[in-house]
């Protein structure tokens, strides 16, 4: 189910969906490489979303590949990876 982003404090361009009752994952549809300047926006917006909703578990569902590094930043910060 699509969530809107303004709900959340997030830009209108930003896609959201509710996985389950306690997921919501930021989605990402594109073909280049997800590196770590992405990375650091798409933890600001899972930040942003938990502040709304402090329970729920933040994932980034995306077609495109991640850097080694960025992977390992999304880990220490709590975001689920669900890759296509």
Do not use: W, Y
Not at 68 to 80: N, Q, R, V, Y
């Amino acid at each position: 189910m699509k969530l809107h982003p303004k709900e959340f404090g997030l830009p209108t361009r930003t896609l959201l969906e509710q996985i389950d009752d306690n997921t919501i994952a930021i989605v990402m549809n594109r073909k280049s490489r997800i590196i770590m300047a992405d990375g650091r926006k798409i933890v600001e917006k899972a930040r942003k979303i938990q502040e709304v909703q402090p329970s729920v578990i933040v994932a980034l569902k995306a077609t495109a590949p991640l850097c080694s590094k960025t992977m390992k930043f999304f880990e220490a910060e709590g975001i689920l990876l669900i890759l296509d």
